[in-house]
């Protein structure tokens, strides 16, 4: 056994034993051992995960006892391993900030949202780098408790607080107008949550390239925000500008070009535009067939060209289309069936 086995080794029995000895309500015995699997997890090095997990553990330990003073330093040292591992979205990283934002909303004695940035600001400083993620957090909690108005406050006090630290073009703050449009989304506030979201297009526009396939992403999922609500909103010009990167970078015939041109189509059979959901149905029917493995992609948007070929009066066309529909369903089912047989046998 490597001499790194045998540190993990110990390292995971002293947390077991620790989470047994919690379950049991042996508080005592319960600190002794997270603190010896904090001093093993040191061992592994300063940026190592299972650090973290240590820092985590103890930090949870110690959280309604002394939040201020013993967990919370605990918390952001795990959050700055976990982030700089992980990244900023991953589970584990975001898991901490849930973990201190509640212990910020209960240090505030959930007085509401002025109280929770005051809090914020006396624990960590008014300009820490964390400070706004934390309220990120606080607002994900406002906004389950369907408190929406101190959700927006805090927002956006978190978007002030990253306009001033990181500046007004950085990543973050596109992320920061992204959440405050959904916020205003679900409120129905359309025109202000098309003013945030189309902000953080200009900043993703520059930070993740205007021709980059992530850039594209950005675009349809605006596109697909409006197309929910409005048949007649200017969703067309984010879709079609997102196929047009998607195909630049991937090409013609690709799978997630499909999704976007399908969005099209769909999007022009309910304005009743048929040549041009026709256009972009056999565009979509087109990549399916040459895509192996999607067969069932294929027969639902077949299936889709016959009905539009019947809100265009073509109903003998659309009767050659669903007897292709048929025949590739048959030839599925055999397949399915032989499968079956071959597995039972």
């Known amino acids: 056994m490597s001499t790194d086995d045998q540190l993990h080794r110990e390292w ?42 240590s820092l985590f553990d103890l930090a949870k330990f110690y959280d309604s006892a002394d939040f201020a003073t013993k967990a919370l330093p605990l918390f952001l040292h795990a959050h700055g391993i976990y982030r700089g591992a992980l990244g900023p979205r991953h589970a584990k990283t975001t898991d901490v900030l849930g973990f201190v934002a509640v212990g910020v909303m209960s240090k ?3 007085a509401g949202p002025e109280q929770y940035v005051k809090t914020v600001e006396q624990l960590l400083g008014p300009q820490h780098a964390t400070a706004a993620l934390i309220l990120d957090e606080v607002a994900v909690f406002l906004q389950m408790d369907k408190k929406y108005a101190a959700a927006e406050t805090v927002l ?16 973050e703050v596109a992320e920061n107008l992204f959440q405050l449009a959904q916020l205003y989304r679900a409120r129905n506030r359309h025109a202000e949550a098309d003013g945030f979201h189309q902000r953080a297009l200009n900043i993703w526009e520059g930070t993740l390239g205007a021709e980059s396939v992530e850039f594209a992403a950005k675009l349809e999922a605006y596109g697909d925000a409006l197309d929910a609500r409005d048949d007649f909103s200017p969703a067309e010009k984010y879709f079609v500008r997102a196929a047009r990167i998607q195909e630049k970078a991937w090409g013609t015939n690709h799978p997630r070009l499909a999704q976007t041109l399908g969005k099209l189509a769909r999007r022009y059979r309910r304005q009743k535009l048929f040549f041009k959901a026709e256009e972009f149905c056999q565009r979509v029917v087109a990549i399916w067939e040459q895509t192996a493995g999607a067969e069932p992609y294929l027969i639902a948007w077949l299936a889709n060209y016959a009905d539009l070929l019947r809100d265009m009066k073509r109903e003998a066309e659309a009767d050659q289309v669903d007897a292709r529909v048929e025949a590739l369903r048959a030839v599925r089912d055999r397949a399915v069936r032989a499968l079956r047989t071959l597995r039972d046998s």
């Open 12 to 53: 995971d029995e002293l947390r077991s034993k620790a989470h047994e000895a919690w379950k049991c309500d042996f508080l005592e015995e319960t600190g002794q051992l997270l603190a010896a699997a904090l001093a093993a997890a040191e061992k592994f090095g300063p940026a190592d995960t299972r650090l973290a997990e």
């Open 108 to 110: 505030a004695r959930f």
């Open 156 to 171: 956006k006090y978190a978007l002030e607080l990253r306009e001033k630290t990181l500046g007004p073009g950085d990543a």
